[in-house]
């Protein structure tokens, strides 16, 4: 079911920036409990070419939802993989907020499930198994939505795929709403060339970035750090 065999984006860049900023990251006090659990993850992601967004961009991620103070309670995190960014999210939320988290791999979310529990953040995720397309439409609607599915629904699949997971996103985020979507250059691939001469995957990323960057219901950007971050306010 899913394409293991697809390129991962290593959790730490080889970028002597990214690298100076992770090093910092790094020494920014978590909870113990928090920090042990992911350096656990991150081992594992490391070792077993698990995909996750790693410390820089965890950071980012939890820097950017933490901001937002008490305007967002509701997060959806779609790909949850082993449930690393669900923890990042999550930690940064304010008392009573929720990270609903969605995974595809029963395996994975089970070991997610695990990791959240050890970490002490089990009554703040709650993770969901099955097809984000065929889950989303069933939710209600969230302040934040994070999504980190592209490469393995994408990849020699239906180009118009990663057009129609940003409609849906947009149709679950409130009006002030925070949109963030990873690997907005797919691998660097939509940055090199005409994606039109390449895989379905980059023809999808492509269009799907064009497409929010001409939403005159979001203002954004894509933060140009490991493979490209989306960051987007829903406006209207
Ligand atoms: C890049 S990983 C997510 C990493 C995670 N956000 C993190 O940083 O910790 C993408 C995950 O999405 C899952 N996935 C792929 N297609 C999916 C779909 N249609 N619905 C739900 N999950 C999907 C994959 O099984 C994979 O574990």
Redesign the pocket.
Known sequence: M?NTSLPIVPQDSTDQREIFATALVRQAPLPERLNTVLLE?EKA?RDEG?????RL??AIVRTLTALRGDTTTRVL??????????LWLAYALPEGGKVTS????PE?AARAADFIDRAGMADRIEILV????E?IPHLGAYDLI?Q??M???YFGSDPSLATELLKLSKAHLEVNGLLMI??AFCGGGVVAGDAAEHSNELVGVRNMNQALAEDPDFDGVILPVRDGLWIARRTA
Not at 50 to 54: E, F, M
């Open positions: 899913i993850m992601a698990i995909p996750v967004i790693g961009e965890g995190d779609i790909g949850t993989a082993i449930g690393y960014s669900a969605i995974e595809l791999d994975r099955g097809d984000a397309f889950l994070f980190d599915i490469k393995h629904r990873d690997n």
